[in-house]
């Protein structure tokens, strides 16, 4: 199977949170990623967490991760119709690095 | 801060014929270098990736193959190309061990006819 995994759709009403879910399977990953991609854009850096932390907090964005579940998941605050775009988790063993599908976030007024 | 380029944007290439896309890093030092292709729905799908000169990781197995002839340039190939190798190929560096963000080139779309 793959070696990251989420969920290709998600929508929500702007205002509520958004929660962007990711499994992975390399249990020697170091770093775990989410980046956004913007219609017509390249991929950004939103956030990343080292797999030595449970959660990591910036402004609207909350990385919460379950290592023994291999469970990565994005929660974004105050959802805004700007967050509409492509979210990709990934991870890094230092030396491969490995993106899942990408959660298509559909903000609706 | 990184800067890749990644080069020819578009290509359009009959079946059979040879293909080589490059990418050059400006900026690091001893990158990790990866060629991924992007389709809708399926993510980016890691081809290949490499942590040093000469060094290749295939990731699945293709018509395609890379090299690394020198340290921040990295090299997309095919001897034949099929049309299922159509695609959006993408290049990307990290900084090796402190890899906390990954850059990426433009990207090429690749049509074969």
Same mark, same amino acid.
């Given at each position: =199977? ?10 929500? /009403?702007? =205002?509520?949170?958004?929660v962007i879910n990711c499994t992975y399977t390399d249990s020697s990953s170091t770093y775990l990623?989410?980046y956004k991609q913007e219609p017509g854009a390249g991929l950004q850096l939103l956030t990343y967490i080292f797999s030595n932390m449970d959660m990591k907090q910036?402004? /609207? *964005? %909350? ?10 998941? *994005?929660?974004?605050?105050? %959802?805004? %119709? ?14 491969? *690095?490995?993106?899942?599908? =990408?959660?298509?976030? %559909?903000? /609706?007024? | ?11 359009? +290439? ?40 000469? +060094? ?5 197995? +293709?018509? &395609? ?17 099929? &049309? ?30």
């Open positions: =199977g793959e070696d990251v995994e989420q969920s290709l759709f998600l929508s929500v /009403r702007e =205002g509520d949170s958004s990623y989410w910036d402004q /609207r *964005l %909350t990385v919460l991760l379950n290592k023994k579940d291999k469970h990565l998941s *994005l929660r974004i605050a105050d %959802t805004q %119709t700007g967050d509409s775009a492509i979210y990709f988790c990934a991870e890094s063993d230092g030396d491969k *690095l490995s993106f899942g599908a =990408g959660t298509t976030v %559909t903000v /609706r007024a | 801060s990184q800067t890749i380029h990644q080069w020819p944007a578009t290509l359009v +290439q009959p079946v059979g014929s040879p293909l080589s896309l490059e990418c050059t890093v400006e900026g690091t030092s001893n990158p990790n270098l990866y060629w991924y292709r992007q389709a809708a729905g399926r993510g980016l799908q890691l081809l290949f990736y490499s942590v040093g000169i000469g +060094q290749i990781s295939s990731e699945v197995p +293709q018509n &395609l193959s890379a090299s690394r002839p020198q340290d921040r340039q990295f090299i997309l190939s095919s001897k034949k190309l099929l &049309l299922s190798d159509s695609g959006f190929y993408l290049c990307a560096c990290t900084r090796g061990a402190t890899n906390t963000e990954a850059f990426f080139g433009q990207g090429t779309r690749l049509t074969v006819v």
